[in-house]
């Protein structure tokens, strides 16, 4: 699929000496949500920050739909909108006026049907005539992204967006992410709720101390990282596994009532009908089973432990 966003070769050392990315290269596809995750420190503000326009880069190169976004920076710019984490703007604005001057700073022609529309999806309309300093912390947040929407961005980046906002608010801004992707905007977001890029993401990345350390399709990593579990629960105690079954990844509970068996998510089943057959053979009867497979949190604790 075509690249919307190419980062090529991308560093960031601060004066203190600290280096926050180190040689990222990264392609983000036209009108998919990418995932980036790491743990704080990771280099995920400073990446967004340098594709952004907001933190200098000390080698590498961005593009934003073709533009450079130091050698044509305005139109690269126009191209990006940026939900950051924090409310910084006039507390005494109103919520309309707050829309309608970062739709003028990228030089839009006045589109109020538009900016309503915005508004009334992150349910703000009733709203737009309120002081910023008025709002409630989840209303400050969904005005954060309307601000980012005013000039109609193909590049949306959501940093941290869902943080300390309550339910209710949280589906209705994935709701609207559906929408936007839907419409082509390519969405960016980083998070720490990790199951909401399980849910909402085509694509996930890991950054951790500056660098890339994996970019999968979601549905692939989970394949390929990820672990199923069958647990078996027996009608009495068993006291040890056979040694008949030594040759597959079982272990037995505490208490004796359960056998548990781990396997590659990728296994396409095969392994678990001759399981059965084996525990059948070896005496050890069940009487219900469950399965279980490990979820984008645990493909991220265990990729970090690994990069550790």
Same mark, same amino acid.
């Given at each position: ?16 000496? !600290? ?10 596809? $036209? ?10 420190? @990771? ?19 961005? *593009? ?27 507390? !005494? ?21 538009? %900016? ?10 009733? $709203? ?5 300093? @008025?709002?409630?912390?989840?209303? $400050?947040?969904? %005005? ?86 069958? *647990? ?26 359960? %056998?548990?068996? *781990? ?27 469950? *399965? ?7 493909? !991220? ?8």
């Amino acid at each position: 699929m075509q690249a919307i966003l190419s980062i090529r070769d991308l560093s960031k050392t601060y004066d203190s000496g !600290f280096q926050a990315l180190k040689r990222v290269d990264l392609d983000i596809r $036209k009108g998919e949500i990418f995932a980036l995750l790491g743990p704080n420190g @990771a280099g995920k503000t400073t990446l967004i920050g340098s594709v952004c326009g907001l933190v200098r880069p000390s080698t590498g190169s961005v *593009t934003v739909g073709g533009h450079d976004i130091v050698r044509d920076y305005r139109a690269a710019r126009a191209l990006i909108g940026l939900v950051p984490q924090e409310l910084t703007t006039d507390a !005494f604005e109103t919520v309309w006026g707050a829309v309608t001057f970062s739709r003028g700073l990228f030089g839009k022609a006045p589109r109020p049907e538009y %900016l309503e529309q915005i508004l009334r999806d992150l349910s703000l309309w009733e $709203k737009k005539d309120s002081r910023i300093m @008025a709002l409630s912390g989840g209303m $400050k947040r969904r %005005l954060l992204i309307a601000k980012a929407l005013s000039h109609e961005p193909q590049v949306l980046f959501l940093d941290e967006p869902t943080a300390g906002v309550d339910v209710s608010l949280r589906q209705d801004m994935w709701a609207l992410v559906r929408r936007l992707q839907q419409s082509g905007v390519t969405i960016i977001l980083t998070t720490h709720y990790i199951e909401e890029a399980e849910e909402m993401a085509d694509r996930i990345g890991v950054i951790n101390r500056g660098e890339i350390i994996l970019v999968e399709d979601k549905i692939e990593l989970m394949r390929k990282l990820g672990k199923k579990q069958m *647990t078996l629960q027996l009608p009495a105690r068993l006291a040890a596994i056979p040694p008949a079954l030594a040759g597959w990844n079982l272990a037995l509970s505490a208490d004796g009532h359960e %056998l548990i068996y *781990t396997y590659d998510a990728k296994d396409d089943g095969s392994r678990i009908a001759s399981v059965l057959a084996d525990l059948a053979a070896a005496g050890v009867a069940y009487k219900d089973l469950q *399965t279980s497979q490990s979820s984008l949190e645990d493909i !991220f604790v265990s990729l970090l432990r690994e990069a550790a």
